[in-house]
Antibody, heavy 122, light 107 residues
């Protein structure tokens, strides 16, 4: 059974940093691209970032480019999101999602975690 | 960047009704369009990928069609458990965009 378990969320002050993690199991992690998708309270879904199976291709939403960094450790079956210079508008539930394919730009998200909540507030 | 216009934003229908949601892309995205269902308090679930392919395990009352800029998602006979918010999503050139969502309610 595919499982994606996010962790690392919490309350953080504006301008500070936070690192999210996603532990994957139930599939061959290094065969698939992975993504972070967020959802602000009461709002819709927003893709944040994605990374190919071998970290060779990475993409970011314009809203986080230059502040967030996605990475993965295939040996640990883990996905990460380093979030710097956090803003109030980054407050959201952050989901980890598995891609159906290896590369970015040509597939869909077939499994999702339950999310970790990030609240940016003073 | 490609923009997605999803409509309607909300919809009320009766059990057994045929329900249709549309999604329009600001430029040609071929068939790179997916549909997701999100129930309250739950993570999204993939229903349709590549515009018209039914994800494994998804009931056949769900279907998708379209290509280029205009896409349609249909529930052939609405069931009570279909109450959710539905999102379209496109992927193009390392950017992924979701539609605004359609909140579906039972009349």
């Amino acid at each position: 059974e595919v499982q994606l378990v996010e962790s690392g969320g919490g309350l953080v002050q504006p301008g500070r940093s936070l690192r999210l993690s996603c532990a994957a199991s139930g599939f061959t992690f290094d065969d698939y691209a992975m993504h972070w998708v967020r959802q602000a309270p009461g709002k819709g879904l927003e893709w944040v970032s994605g990374i190919s199976w071998n970290s060779g291709s990475i993409g970011y939403a314009d809203s986080v480019k230059g502040r967030f960094t996605i990475s993965r450790d295939n040996a640990k079956n883990s996905l990460y999101l380093q979030m710097n210079s956090l803003r109030a508008e980054d407050t959201a539930l952050y989901y980890c999602a598995k891609d159906m394919g290896q590369w970015l730009g040509g597939s869909s998200f077939d499994y999702w975690g339950q999310g970790t909540l990030v609240t940016v507030s003073s | 960047d490609i923009q997605m216009t999803q409509s309607p934003s909300s919809l009320s229908a009766s059990v057994g009704d045929r329900v249709t949601i549309t999604c329009q892309a600001s430029q040609d995205i071929s068939n790179y369009l997916n549909w997701y269902q999100q129930k309250p308090g739950k993570a999204p679930k993939l229903l349709i990928y590549d515009a018209s392919n039914l994800e494994t395990g998804v009931p056949s009352r769900f279907s998708g069609s379209g290509s280029g800029t205009d896409f349609t998602f249909t529930i052939s006979s609405l069931q009570p458990e279909d109450i959710a918010t539905y999102y379209c999503q496109q992927y193009d050139n390392l950017q992924y965009t979701f539609g605004q969502g359609t909140k579906l309610e039972i009349k």
